[in-house]
T-cell receptor
Framework: AAGVIQSPRHLIKEKRETATLKCYPIPRHDTVYWYQQGPGQDPQFLISFYEKMQSDKGSIPDRFSAQQFSDYHSELNMSSLELGDSALYFC?????????????FGQGTRLTVV | GENVEQHPSTLSVQEGDSAVIKCTYSDSASNYFPWYKQELGKGPQLIIDIRSNVGEKKDQRIAVTLNKTAKHFSLHITETQPEDSAVYFCAASLGGSYIPTFGRGTSLIVHP
């Protein structure tokens, strides 16, 4: 079965650079969520999209932005990177606007800022 | 907002023993409680979930119980195996929105 695809799997950037993370949800899933997980930490919700519109916003820094495209894939854009942005970034998708339905996580993108 | 507490942070058991992980939540409006297993370098994988209209749910060696009055829920793994070793996260979600608040995670180590 198709899963959530994230790219790239690993990314190394220098401070103050920009990074773009991509997420391809499971086919027919219209809702995408982004999470940030620091070392030894639980996943922290950043932002979500439903039908290409932002639906919820969590602890996403102003330096980050995201959008969902017409094909439902989503991109997380991160600017002015800081050392503290080094983390695993997960994308999850779910069908039918979310609610109390199961969401499936991708394998994550490991971002290292040096 | 919702606050989820999870204990213990680390749990070490012998193969074949049972393991229990406990979580409490703060918002009585939460009605969806998923449990995730995260292996090293991988994304969280849903292993079982429970909704507020159910007190207990079982799937083979894993079971989850929910006490809405006390606002706590627990994961039970019986006959543990080394491949059960991973970090387990509980989560709570408010009605109408999937977005879960995660607990801090429990690192389960099953010794062969």
């Amino acid at each position: 079965a198709a899963g959530v695809i994230q790219s790239p799997r690993h990314l190394i950037k220098e401070k103050r650079e920009t990074a773009t993370l991509k997420c391809y949800p499971i086919p027919r899933h219209d809702t995408v969520y982004w999470y940030q997980q620091g070392p030894g930490q639980d996943p922290q919700f950043l932002i979500s999209f439903y039908e290409k519109m932002q639906s919820d916003k969590g602890s996403i820094p102003d330096r980050f932005s995201a959008q969902q495209f017409s094909d439902y894939h989503s991109e997380l854009n991160m600017s002015s990177l800081e050392l503290g942005d080094s983390a695993l970034y997960f994308c999850a998708s779910s069908p039918a606007g979310g609610g109390d339905t199961e969401a499936f996580f991708g394998q994550g993108t490991r971002l290292t800022v040096v | 907002g919702e606050n989820v507490e999870q204990h213990p942070s680390t749990l070490s058991v012998q193969e074949g023993d049972s393991a229990v992980i406990k979580c409490t939540y703060s918002d009585s409006a939460s009605n969806y409680f998923p449990w995730y297993k995260q292996e090293l370098g991988k994304g969280p994988q849903l292993i079982i979930d429970i909704r507020s209209n159910v007190g207990e749910k079982k799937d083979q060696r894993i079971a989850v119980t929910l006490n809405k009055t006390a606002k706590h829920f627990s994961l039970h793994i019986t006959e543990t195996q080394p491949e059960d070793s991973a970090v387990y996260f509980c989560a709570a979600s408010l009605g109408g929105s999937y977005i879960p608040t995660f607990g801090r995670g429990t690192s389960l180590i099953v010794h062969p």
